[in-house]
Each structure stands twice: as C-alpha cells, then as structure tokens.
C-alpha cells in the first residue's frame, strides 16, 4: 500500500492535479484508472505465480526472454529509480512541504540534507524494522485519507453524477489512463518478494490486496471532488487546499506532512527495491550494496543543491521515459512467460496488449511534455 503511489499523496494530491477539465467525472476517472491499470496487476500476478525473487520485475523478463534483454530492463529500471531518489527529495523540501507550511522555505536545504538521511537510516535498519515503519505510514494514511472523504463530503457532498461522463469523452479517457499510470510503482515490493513468509500466494494475495485497498481509496477520495470550485484542486496538494478552505488548520497541516511521509515512504520502498535488484545482479551481499546505495543517495542529494529548484523539472523526464520503457519490456514479455508454462490463452494475449498500450501511452506522456507523475 505505501508503494502503490503512497495512498494519501495520490488520493490528495496527484489525482485532483490531474482532473482538470475531466473534474466533473472524478469518480469515473479514479474508477476508469484502476480498470486500465488491472491488465498489468495481473500479468505481474500470473508472473508470481512462478517466480518471487530478489530480480523482481527483472527476474519476469529473465525468465521470458533470457538474460541478454533482462538486464536491458534492469538497467532501465535502475536508471528510472535512481533519478527518481535523486530528485523528490529536493521536490519534498521545495514543493510539498512549503505548500502545507510556509514556515520552511528558510529550512529547505537542511531539510534536504535530513530527510535522505533519516531515509537511508531506515533502509538499513532490519528489515522487519523497515516493514513497520513502512506498514505504520500506510495505515496512517489511509486515516487521513478518511479524514480526507469525510471533509470532501461534508464540504462538497456525494455528488452520483461524478461516476458519469460529463463534457468530452476523450478528455475523461485520457485522465483516467493518466490516473491509471499513477498505480505502477505498485511493482516495488515484488523486488522483496524472495524474503516474504508464505511465498508466491503471500506475495500476489498481498499485492492484489494494496493495490485494490488504495485504488478504492482513490475513488472515495475523488468523487467529491466533482463538485469541489476548480481553485481548490489546482494547488500542489490539493487536500491541504481543500481543509484550509474549510477552516481545518490541524487537519491540513495533518495532511501536509501526511503527504510528505507518504512520498517518503514510497521512496523507501524504491530504496529497499533498488538494493534488492542489484544483488540479484551481482550477488554481491545485501549489506554492502545496501550501504553503497545509501551514500550514493545521501551524495546525490546533498549535490542536487546546487540547482534545487530545477532539478526536479530537470530529472523527471528521463526518470520516467526509463521507467515506461522498463516496464514495457516487462508486459511485452509476458506471452513468451506464458507459452514456456504452457498456458498461453487468447485472455494472455488481450492482457499483453492491455498493459503494452499502457506503458506505450506513459512513454508518449513522458516523451511529449504531459508528463504524468
């Protein structure tokens, strides 16, 4: 759950930035983004059902197609990650964090130096340390997340007609594929696979679970929205926007740094996944590599200060045509998986071109400056 787009920062803020004209719909675009992103939930499923291992989504496509074209995947995804750790930090300190609380815009570079800091510290504790925090942060937000429901409602009540297009159809359909893009870090914790008690039904029985738990918080979140004035969902996090409207100081500033700890926990999952692939590749201990990716991270933080304000815009793009061509790879691959167990059906080859189409319109988002974050 804390992986799969960290449910209080896309319910409250990645979701109502997105709605735009398409506000009118929210339910149905929340609704529509967790129907269009199912077709890849499965085909990691079915994945699982034979492999749970250190290499991850790696380990899928090295099992499909051989090693030579997995470690291409690998090296993709690990370009899109290690990007991806470099510039939130900086987007925490300069963007999130100052939009609940003014108050740190003088503190934003120690804070940048402390928060991947306090991120690296938790990676390398023990692992069962790491899982609760990680599992206290999730259930944190589904709480605020609640809060978030309850105020929405109140404020804007339970409109039925945001399950319904309004305006153009097109403008509805393309929010709810960009909507549906926002679930795919969901794929972080099959890197952890390998170490989970219970094995392959453990693994596809908790990730279907998350992932459906925060795709239903979503739609919660969203369909009041409908109703809600255009203003309140265009300022960074938009939940934030929304109590201050409402005269809930403490609950805005709940959610700021909800959302802010929602961001960081998804980060530590990238961290817990990033160290997980590379000792499948090298088979080099944990530990160590765990210890080398902490000061790579920590490094590459501290020397984003250089240009903070810029290298979020600056990263971002090439984080995230990485990342689709990643995980194109890995559904493109999939039918192959199949036909090796013996099993492939027409429903494989309609799920391949489900995901395929997919992670080709993140590539397009990403490559054509609609960038869906």
Same mark, same amino acid.
């Given at each position: 759950?804390?992986?799969?787009?960290?449910?209080?920062?896309?319910?409250?803020?990645?979701?109502?930035?997105?709605?735009?004209?398409?506000?009118?719909?929210?339910?149905?675009?929340?609704?529509?983004?967790? #129907?269009?992103?199912?077709?890849?939930?499965?085909?990691?499923?079915?994945?699982?059902?034979?492999?749970?291992?250190?290499?991850?989504?790696?380990?899928?496509?090295?099992?499909?197609?051989?090693?030579?074209?997995?470690?291409?995947?690998?090296?993709?995804?690990?370009?899109?990650?290690?990007?991806?750790?470099?510039?939130?930090?900086?987007?925490?300190?300069?963007?999130?964090?100052?939009?609940?609380?003014?108050?740190?815009?003088?503190?934003?570079?120690?804070?940048?130096?402390?928060?991947?800091?306090?991120?690296?510290?938790?990676?390398?504790?023990?692992?069962?340390?790491?899982?609760?925090?990680?599992?206290?942060?999730?259930?944190?937000?589904?709480?605020?997340?609640?809060?978030?429901?309850?105020?929405?409602?109140?404020?804007?009540?339970?409109?039925?007609?945001?399950?319904?297009?309004?305006?153009?159809?097109?403008?509805?359909?393309?929010?709810?594929?960009?909507?549906?893009?926002?679930?795919?870090?969901?794929?972080?914790?099959?890197?952890?696979?390998?170490?989970?008690?219970?094995?392959?039904?453990?693994?596809?029985?908790?990730?279907?679970?998350?992932?459906? $738990?925060?795709?239903?918080?979503?739609?919660?979140?969203?369909?009041?929205?409908?109703?809600?004035?255009?203003?309140?969902?265009?300022?960074?996090?938009?939940?934030?926007?929304?109590?201050?409207?409402?005269?809930?100081?403490?609950?805005?500033?709940?959610?700021?740094?909800?959302?802010?700890?929602?961001?960081?926990?998804?980060? $530590?999952?990238?961290?817990?996944?990033?160290?997980?692939?590379?000792?499948?590749? $090298?088979?080099?201990?944990?530990?160590?590599?765990?210890?080398?990716?902490?000061?790579?991270?920590?490094?590459?933080?501290?020397?984003?200060?250089?240009?903070?304000?810029?290298?979020?815009?600056?990263?971002?793009?090439?984080?995230?045509?990485?990342?689709?061509?990643?995980?194109?790879?890995?559904?493109?691959?999939?039918?192959?998986?199949?036909?090796?167990?013996?099993?492939?059906? #027409?429903?494989?080859?309609?799920?391949?071109?489900?995901?395929?189409?997919?992670?080709?319109?993140?590539?397009?988002?990403?490559?054509?400056?609609?960038?869906? $974050?």
């Amino acid at each position: 759950m804390a992986a799969t787009g960290g449910p209080l920062y896309l319910s409250g803020s990645l979701l109502p930035g997105l709605l735009g004209e398409a506000a009118p719909s929210a339910g149905l675009v929340a609704v529509l983004g967790a #129907a269009m992103f199912a077709p890849t939930l499965l085909i990691w499923l079915r994945y699982s059902e034979e492999i749970v291992s250190a290499g991850g989504l790696y380990a899928f496509v090295e099992s499909a197609v051989g090693h030579k074209v997995a470690l291409v995947q690998a090296a993709l995804w690990l370009v899109s990650y290690g990007l991806y750790l470099s510039y939130t930090v900086a987007y925490i300190c300069y963007d999130l964090l100052p939009a609940a609380f003014p108050g740190v815009l003088p503190f934003r570079a120690a804070l940048q130096l402390a928060i991947p800091l306090a991120l690296a510290a938790l990676a390398l504790a023990p692992i069962r340390w790491s899982m609760t925090a990680l599992a206290s942060v999730a259930a944190a937000q589904v709480v605020l997340v609640a809060a978030l429901v309850w105020l929405s409602v109140g404020h804007f009540g339970a409109p039925a007609g945001a399950f319904v297009g309004h305006g153009e159809p097109v403008a509805v359909a393309v929010t709810g594929a960009n909507t549906s893009l926002l679930f795919i870090c969901a794929s972080l914790p099959l890197f952890l696979a390998g170490e989970v008690r219970g094995g392959s039904p453990a693994v596809r029985s908790g990730l279907a679970a998350g992932v459906a $738990t925060v795709a239903g918080l979503a739609v919660l979140a969203a369909f009041p929205l409908s109703a809600s004035a255009p203003r309140l969902l265009s300022g960074e996090v938009a939940g934030v926007t929304i109590a201050d409207s409402a005269g809930m100081p403490l609950l805005a500033g709940l959610l700021g740094v909800g959302t802010a700890a929602s961001v960081a926990a998804v980060m $530590t999952a990238e961290f817990l996944a990033v160290t997980r692939l590379v000792h499948a590749l $090298t088979n080099a201990p944990l530990r160590r590599i765990s210890r080398v990716v902490a000061l790579t991270f920590v490094a590459a933080s501290a020397a984003s200060l250089i240009d903070a304000d810029h290298v979020y815009d600056a990263l971002l793009r090439p984080s995230l045509v990485a990342l689709w061509l990643a995980q194109l790879v890995v559904v493109a691959t999939y039918p192959k998986f199949a036909a090796k167990n013996g099993r492939l059906r #027409a429903g494989d080859l309609l799920l391949t071109g489900a995901g395929v189409a997919l992670m080709a319109y993140g590539l397009y988002s990403a490559t054509s400056g609609s960038l869906a $974050t």
